[in-house]
């Protein structure tokens, strides 16, 4: 299985100020159809789970322009160019290039 | 505005069953692959299980193959999850969720298993 490690655990942001979640995969994360799927989700407490980015770096829709993701191979960052109140709860990467689908344990991010 | 509505989740008891239902609006259901993604409290994210929505094919994790299946009813937009021999480990929120990178999800349904 692939293993998502996460850091850190937990972030105490600033208001105003960036943040950035690593994500690294104990393999790479390259399909054989040359797309990497990469995906991060946010998680405020008592609600579902939102996708934010799907394949390494694109935004879903309706997802701040604040929050990006990039990187290739078995390391990938989300940032958050400025944090806002609304963004504390937890984020999640997920892979979902090999069977079986495996998650990060979670960063949470509160406000300091 | 797609919408999926999970249901079905109880308080069981140590080996016994359960099945879960998710009914999805707002999409055309038989082309899309669908998901189910389970939380323990307090804990993180654990897929479970996956069905295509083209070959039918299907997907679980170790933890539950051979006890869960995956299915879905296409004529009625409802994906289910048959749930037996559970265990205090299954305790969890059961999250229905739509594609390979699961960009939709559903509120839960919370399945208890305990004596």
């Known amino acids: 299985d692939v293993v998502m490690t996460q850091s850190p655990l937990s972030l105490p942001g600033t208001l105003g100020q960036p943040a950035s979640i690593s994500c690294r995969s104990s393999?790479?994360?390259?399909?054989?159809?040359?797309?990497?799927?990469l995906s991060w989700f946010h998680q405020r407490p008592g609600q579902s789970p939102r996708r934010l980015i799907y394949?390494?770096?694109n935004r879903d829709s309706g997802v701040p322009d604040r929050f990006s993701g990039s990187g290739s191979g078995t390391d990938f960052t989300l940032k958050i160019s400025r944090v806002e109140a609304e963004d504390v709860g937890v984020y999640y990467c997920?892979?979902?290039?090999?069977?079986?689908?495996?998650f990060g344990p979670g960063t949470k991010v509160d406000i300091k | 505005e797609v919408q999926l509505l999970e249901s079905g989740g109880d308080l069981v008891q140590p080996g016994g069953s359960l099945r879960l239902s998710c009914v999805a609006s707002?999409?055309?259901?038989?082309?899309?692959?669908l998901n189910w993604v389970r939380q323990a409290p307090g804990k993180g994210l654990e897929w479970v299980s996956s069905?295509?929505?083209?070959?039918?094919?299907?997907y679980h994790a170790d933890s539950v193959k051979g006890r869960f299946a995956i299915s879905r009813d296409d004529s009625k937009n409802t994906l289910y999850l048959h749930m037996s021999s559970l265990e205090a480990e299954d305790t969890a929120v059961y999250y229905c969720?739509?594609?390979?990178?699961?960009?939709?999800w559903g509120q839960g349904t919370l399945v208890i298993v305990s004596s």
């Open positions: 969720t739509r594609n390979w990178g699961n960009d939709y």
């Open positions: 707002g999409l055309t259901f038989r082309n899309y692959v």
């Open positions: 069905i295509s929505g083209t070959t039918g094919n299907t």
């Open positions: 393999q790479g994360l390259v399909h054989s159809d040359g797309n990497t799927y």
């Open positions: 394949k390494v770096s």
């Open positions: 997920m892979q979902y290039t090999q069977w079986p689908r495996t």
